[in-house]
């Protein structure tokens, strides 16, 4: 079946722009979340979504950063006003399961590579 | 606290030996999940292995096990008769279970590995 997808796969903004990156993730996956990976750094985890329910979004580093998946299926993350230090490569991941366990595959998109000039 | 250190920012091995690379992580979680994932240059983030905090035997699958020693908190990946297309980052990246609706995964900084033919 096909995997987690993202568009765009890569986007250059100018400083102050407002961007929105999609994610398609896998039919039926229920838990969906958003990294951001700097240049030589591991992710670090942005928000998830169980649903269309966010659960947490402790990681959105300022309130310029929104994300959204209103039918529990796609899901957006739109960043306002971009700033240089919004360069990165923004992966979204899903899974599959929804309860509590230590097991949780998530399946990773290819990521958006975003530029800000 | 760093929760999941990986201390070797790159390594070498010729190909067709063993290597080991290693993470150790910090939970006060009795119940947590530990993964290894490889992000070639193209970028995706690929699953390859995963233990659990109660699983008695180390995981394996295909030429990954991972070494954990639960004691140490460890879980150092072990690559045998390494190939040239396991040239890649290596991440190590950890799940609390008991950490409310927080799924997150928890990631170190990678290990560089280059396979040298």
């Known amino acids: 079946g096909a995997g987690v997808s993202q568009s765009p796969r890569y986007k250059v903004a100018k400083r102050g722009q407002d961007v929105a990156l999609r994610c398609d993730p896998i039919s039926g996956h229920v838990s969906l979340f958003w990294y951001q990976q700097a240049l030589g750094q591991g992710p670090e985890f942005l928000t998830y979504?169980?649903?269309?329910?966010?659960?947490?979004k402790s990681g959105l580093p300022s309130d310029r950063f929104f994300a959204e998946r209103p039918e529990g299926s796609v899901s957006t993350l739109k960043i306002q006003r971009t700033q240089q230090e919004d360069s990165a490569v923004y992966l979204c991941?899903?899974?599959?399961?929804?309860?509590?366990?230590?097991?949780?595959?998530?399946?990773f998109g290819p990521g958006t590579r975003l530029t800000v000039l | 606290a760093q929760k999941i250190t990986q201390t070797q920012p790159g390594m070498f091995v010729q190909e067709k030996e063993a290597v080991t690379l290693d993470c150790t992580y910090d939970?006060?979680?009795?119940?947590?999940?530990l993964f290894w994932y490889k992000q070639p240059s193209s970028g995706e983030m690929i699953f390859l292995i995963y233990?659990?905090?109660?699983d008695q035997q180390n995981a394996t699958e295909g030429r990954y096990s991972l070494n954990f020693q639960k004691a140490r908190k460890s879980a150092n990946l072990v690559i045998s008769a390494s190939q040239l297309g396991d040239s890649a980052m290596y991440f190590c990246?950890?799940?609390?279970?008991?950490?409310?609706?927080?799924?997150?995964?928890?990631w170190g900084l990678g290990t560089s590995l280059a396979v040298n033919p």
């Open positions: 939970t006060s979680d009795p119940s947590y999940g």
């Open positions: 991941a899903s899974s599959s399961e929804g309860g509590s366990s230590s097991y949780n595959e998530q399946f």
């Open positions: 990246a950890m799940r609390e279970v008991n950490a409310g609706n927080n799924r997150k995964l928890i």
């Open positions: 979504f169980q649903n269309e329910a966010q659960l947490d």
């Open positions: 233990q659990g905090s109660y």
